[in-house]
């Protein structure tokens, strides 16, 4: 037994009046117009028994076109009472991966609305404890690996013999780095910005500066409007892209090109590069390229995979092409969001 107030009783009850409505029209027209009435009985009045005069159109095409107007009214009305709760849980679904605090979804509308409203809102509630749960074992992991750590590094300086030193004290400090590029990784997933507009062009060029005032080969150029954006996960990318760059290649160049709908970000170098078979291999969790661009060049194999993952966030992507002339040709496209 369907229940009264769920969503197919009220698209059979449009659908159901929509029907009659069409039908009592056409009987109407019929029985005004269909056909010609009977002769008056004799002696009657001239006008008794009469109908009304035809109109100046006719035929059946009037009924008909009753009928089709309304039945396309009752589709119109009906296609939309099954499509709003789809939209409104779309446009929740939208909200929540962007901000995982976003209001709940409404527990209004039709019976079948408001279940899914309900799923939703319960999958909203368990995401978010889970997200929090996963941040305290973040800070806990973190707390109880870098206390034994720091530990072990002062033990270590006490072994006599040097190059066993040297070499326990390179391991310890790549256990450190890579302990540090997870939970920044992990941190990087688990947050979450509103879009605000963002002069981009401005934070490459202040990113540059900072650079060259360490030393480093950048350079910039092109030009860019502002754009909605959210501004940690773009500045993570950003830098990111650059710090591989300037790892493995020690130079930089960093081109902006503006249009319409996108924004491109093309940092190049002239490095070592990545063959066409392991560009997408890159962008995975701690994968390491064998040969110049590996573990001696001091990465953990995060870098890319934080970047990508911030610019996917904002609805954008991150590719990687041969530079002309050798090397490797990083380009992160952003949308234009409305």
Not at 290 to 305: A, D, F, I, Y
Request: proline letters at 8%; aromatic letters at 4%.
């Amino acid at each position: 037994m369907r229940r009264a107030d769920s969503l197919f009783a009220r698209l059979f009850g449009v659908l159901l009046l929509a029907i009659v409505l069409a039908h009592v029209l056409a009987f109407i027209w019929f029985h005004l117009y269909g056909h010609p009435p009977p002769p008056p009985p004799p002696g009657a009045p001239a006008h008794e028994g009469m109908r009304p005069p035809p109109p100046p159109f006719g035929g059946p095409l009037v009924p008909l076109t009753l009928q089709l107007l309304t039945l396309v009214a009752a589709a119109w009305y009906g296609a939309g009472l099954l499509s709003r709760p789809i939209q409104h849980l779309a446009r929740a679904a939208e909200r929540l991966s962007d901000d995982l605090d976003s209001p709940p979804l409404a527990d209004t509308g039709p019976h079948e609305a408001r279940q899914a409203a309900h799923a939703f809102n319960l999958m909203q509630q368990r995401v978010r404890q889970q997200v929090q749960q996963r941040g305290r074992m973040l800070a806990a992991v973190s707390h109880d690996l870098r206390t034994p750590l720091a530990r072990l590094k002062l033990r270590v300086e006490q072994i006599p013999d040097q190059l066993l030193r040297g070499r326990m004290a390179q391991d310890l400090e790549e256990m450190i780095g890579m302990l540090d590029a997870t939970l920044r990784y992990l941190h990087e997933q688990r947050s979450s910005e509103a879009l605000q507009w963002l002069d981009l062009q401005a934070l490459v060029e202040s990113m540059v500066e900072d650079a060259q005032d360490r030393g480093a080969a950048v350079q910039v150029s092109g030009h860019c409007a502002p754009l909605r954006a959210q501004p940690l996960a773009l500045r993570s990318c950003l830098s990111n892209l650059l710090e591989n760059a300037l790892r493995y290649a020690g130079h930089a160049a960093i081109e902006l090109s503006d249009g319409r709908e996108q924004v491109e970000v093309r940092v190049r170098d002239h490095g070592p590069g990545i063959a066409a078979e392991q560009r997408e291999a890159v962008f995975e969790a701690f994968f390491r390229v064998e040969g110049s661009r590996n573990r001696n060049s001091g990465g953990v194999g995060l870098g890319l995979t934080i970047a990508r993952e911030a610019a996917r966030r904002q609805g954008g992507d991150i590719l990687l092409e041969d530079t002309p002339g050798g090397g490797l040709t990083a380009i992160l496209r952003l949308p234009r969001q409305a």
